[in-house]
């Protein structure tokens, strides 16, 4: 019985690095995708998709693999290493998700188009601010002294699965944007299913290293 436990442990954390490994690959992909798609420069308007797929399909995706036990391409390097690595990702996602409200805002101004009239972009503005405000919740883990109320554990925690539920946003926004009219025409058949399950697959591998890092264990102490 201790064997075969044993076989599946290795298994289950075969099958995470292969799917994490996915994850990396999908999240680049994808990225790359979008701006072949957008081409940058040809437009004010192309400058969006790129720079909010830059933003939550690989710069945050990376962000959060950084810390997976199985997949990260930071393993050589120490724990600080990694949160100083999120902690850039994590500054980079958001600086391109304001550009890219910013282009877009300023594109449907010049157009005379109604602002945050759909559910992508009122996603998008969603998801934005929850990015905002879950960087500004990071800085209690740089500086834990400041929560005097809360143990280390429990700011992990929090910030673990409030930043879930972020990422969680932007693969909605992303998908909610590959409904759109600009991209059901440029994108078309099997293309579009396949950029459609990126999102996909990339959240359900952050799910999976959060849950298991943070939801399934107990690592809160009284």
């Known amino acids: 019985m201790a064997l075969t436990l044993e076989t599946e442990s290795q298994i289950y954390r075969s099958l995470r690095a292969v799917f994490g490994a996915a994850a990396h690959f999908v999240s680049l992909g994808f990225t790359v995708f979008v701006a072949v798609v957008a081409r940058p420069g040809s437009s004010l308007f192309s400058w969006h998709p790129l720079l909010m797929s830059l933003a939550f399909s690989f710069l945050m995706t990376e962000a959060l693999l950084a810390f997976s036990p199985e997949s990260s391409l930071l393993q050589p390097f120490s724990r600080k290493a990694k949160i100083r690595f999120h902690w850039v990702l994590q500054l980079l996602a958001l600086i391109c998700a304001v550009l890219g409200v910013a282009f877009i805002s300023y594109n449907k101004y010049i157009n005379g188009k109604a602002h945050f009239a759909t559910w992508h972009s009122l996603t998008g503005l969603l998801t934005v601010l929850y990015a905002s405000m879950q960087c500004m919740g990071g800085l209690a883990l740089l500086y834990p002294k400041l929560m005097k109320n809360w143990t280390l554990a429990k700011l992990k925690l929090y910030h673990a699965t409030?930043?879930?539920?972020?990422?969680?946003?932007?693969?909605?926004?992303?998908?909610?944007?590959?409904?759109?009219?600009?991209?059901?025409?440029?994108?078309?058949?099997?293309?579009?299913?396949?950029?459609?399950?990126?999102?996909?697959?990339?959240?359900?591998?952050?799910?999976?290293?959060?849950?298991?890092?943070?939801?399934?264990?107990?690592?809160?102490?009284?």
């Not at 409904?179 to 799910?207: D, E, H, K, Q, R």
Request: aromatic content about 12%; glycine content about 8%; proline content about 3%.
């Open 162 to 222: 409030s930043g879930l539920i972020g990422y969680l946003l932007g693969c909605a926004s992303l998908m909610l944007g590959m409904c759109s009219l600009w991209f059901t025409t440029s994108v078309t058949g099997v293309s579009w299913y396949l950029a459609m399950l990126s999102p996909v697959l990339t959240s359900l591998v952050i799910m999976s290293q959060v849950s298991n890092a943070y939801l399934y264990r107990k690592r809160i102490q009284p």
